[in-house]
């Protein structure tokens, strides 16, 4: 056994690639496309290293080209469920004495594959599979993936060092334990960073896990679980499953050894899950950590003093990158009157050079929404505002076209009630709505910001008057936990901004800093005394 202390230097961002017309990345990504859409892939589950199959399939079919196959995954059952928890924790022992340094080599390993041999299967597997266009697949999941696994070794380094003082006779120290059990990760669709970090955040502290992904991001899930074996993560330390919400949710939240879960998701499942956790209260082992990240009603708030120009670009990148699928996205916007007719002229202007189509077209902005489900309630939203009587109005796009994808047009709606149902309720989708206030009651205005929404997940304000930034960032300090000043309310970097909201937007744990792998570790306090006391007298007592 070693008697070394090892160190993990702070790593740099990786690199986010260009993918200009031409260039070897556009080139290398446009073939791995052709690659995966040349074959049907047959998912398996992953469960104690192994790969399973029950034989009832789901097919994956790209949202925006439905009438191609990409490949089908096997639904798990009752049986799966059990065996994967059944795997988890006979590996718990094992990993969690596993020395650190080996542990940290497998995600760097897992980091450096994905940076090299696996970025463009990993980039072609998320645009196909979630619609995202090469630049939103490039920052997710390569870039965004690879900062979360080396970026959390460091910080989890960070953890291991600190230790309590010693004073004169005693030495104190500090270990930090997994939690005595099993995680539970439940990862969404919108981002296949977000899956990749959800499980092995938890993993990397020693902890074991239980991988729930969201079935329309299986497809990049299991390349990610590709990598991570390829890397040499032992069997059982992760174990990838695809069954229903419910199912799971019902079998973990029972069993004695349920120790945490880590959820990025809707807030009323988030909410669910809270509420079974506590009804189950009295089975565990141990307190669970809930830890999770969950909807936003994101806003931009514009002030009189403001720069349109930088405005309108906060806002078309804001509301429609990824089809204002991320979780960040903006939502809403507050435009004062004395800028608000040059900002929709120029908004509007920009939208008509939006290109929407299918990810194998690298000069498309806008993709599909991620399935039919989504789309059906967009387009509801949508009809809704065309039958408002005059309560809203659409001012840009509001058509849909579901005959070859889920097809939403990137929608301006304009809404005279600051509180219209699309100013408070998230959509999800590349639809944004605007409200006109008098730029005379901008202070006024910033109360309606902050009490529209039961959400404070991001929020963006726009000004050139440091005066006004001022107050707006101490009047808006509870309504976003990612504050943007004169940027839009998207692109949170790890290492540079850590991501997270509370209020209805989850516990604020923050990925992609060390706040996060706190909640996974369980701290142990030792005190060794080097020469005891032989008699129980203090010194007042003679």
Same mark, same amino acid.
């Given at each position: ?36 859409? @040349? ?126 003082? @010693?004073?004169?006779?005693? #030495? ?71 069954? @229903? ?189 605007? #409200? ?107």
């Amino acid at each position: 056994m070693h008697n070394a202390y090892f160190n993990f230097a702070e790593p740099t961002n990786e690199p986010v690639l260009s993918y200009a017309p031409g260039s070897p990345e556009a080139i290398s990504l446009k073939a791995a496309i052709a690659e995966a859409k @040349s074959q049907v892939k047959d998912i398996p589950m992953y469960i104690n290293g192994q790969e399973v199959r029950s034989g009832n399939t789901v097919e994956i079919r790209p949202p925006h080209e439905t009438a191609h196959l990409l490949g089908h995954f096997h639904k798990s059952d009752e049986s799966h469920v059990h065996s994967a928890i059944a795997a988890a924790l006979a590996a718990r022992e094992a990993w969690s004495e596993m020395a650190w340094e080996h542990r940290a080599a497998i995600f760097l390993k897992a980091a450096d594959l994905l940076a090299t041999r696996y970025r463009y299967k990993m980039n072609a597997a998320t645009m196909l599979g979630q619609s995202k266009n090469a630049f939103q697949a490039e920052i997710d999941s390569a870039c965004e993936l690879i900062d979360f696994l080396r970026f959390n070794v460091h910080f989890l380094t960070g953890i291991y060092n600190q230790q309590p003082l @010693s004073p004169a006779g005693v #030495h104190n120290r500090m270990e930090y334990r997994p939690l005595e059990g099993f995680v539970l990760a439940v990862t969404p669709f919108n981002f296949t960073a977000i899956g990749g970090n959800l499980p092995t955040s938890a993993a990397m502290c020693g902890n074991v896990v239980v991988w729930k992904p969201a079935n329309t991001q299986v497809y990049s899930a299991s390349v990610f679980m590709e990598i991570l074996l390829e890397a040499g993560l032992p069997a059982g330390v992760i174990n990838l499953i695809y069954p @229903s919400g419910p199912m799971v949710g019902d079998i973990c939240y029972q069993h004695p050894d349920f120790a945490g879960v880590h959820f990025t998701g809707s807030t009323g499942v988030f909410q669910s899950m809270w509420k079974s956790i506590g009804e189950n209260i009295s089975r565990y082992k141990t307190y669970p950590r809930i830890v999770g990240e969950t909807g936003g009603k994101d806003f931009v708030f514009v002030h009189p003093s403001a720069d349109v120009d930088a405005v309108v670009a906060g806002l078309l990148r804001g509301a429609f990158e990824y089809q204002g699928q991320k979780c960040s996205a903006a939502s809403r916007a507050y435009l004062p009157s004395n800028l608000a007719e040059a900002i929709k002229s120029k908004l509007l202007a920009e939208m008509k050079t939006l290109k929407m189509g299918v990810v194998d077209d690298f000069s498309n902005f806008v993709n599909a929404v991620i399935d039919e489900k989504s789309f059906d309630s967009l387009a509801r939203y949508i009809d809704g505002v065309k039958n408002s009587n005059g309560q809203a109005k659409i001012i840009a796009g509001g058509g849909y076209d579901k005959t070859k994808g889920w097809f939403i047009e990137p929608t301006v709606i304009e809404a005279a009630d600051p509180k219209y149902v699309t100013m408070c309720e998230e959509l999800f989708g590349p639809v944004l709505t605007i #409200h006109v206030y008098d730029a005379a009651q901008w202070e006024a205005a910033l109360d309606v910001v902050d009490t529209t929404s039961p959400y404070a997940l991001t929020g963006a304000v726009f000004a050139q008057d440091r005066y006004a930034i001022e107050l707006m960032t101490k009047k808006l300090v509870n309504a976003a936990g990612n504050f943007y000043i004169n940027d839009k309310p998207t692109g949170a970097v790890v290492g540079q901004q850590p991501f997270g909201g509370a209020r209805a937007s989850g516990t604020n744990d923050k990925a992609g800093s060390v706040l996060n792998l706190y909640r996974w570790l369980s701290a142990r306090t030792v005190k060794e005394t080097l020469v005891s006391p032989k008699d129980y007298r203090y010194p007042f007592h003679s």
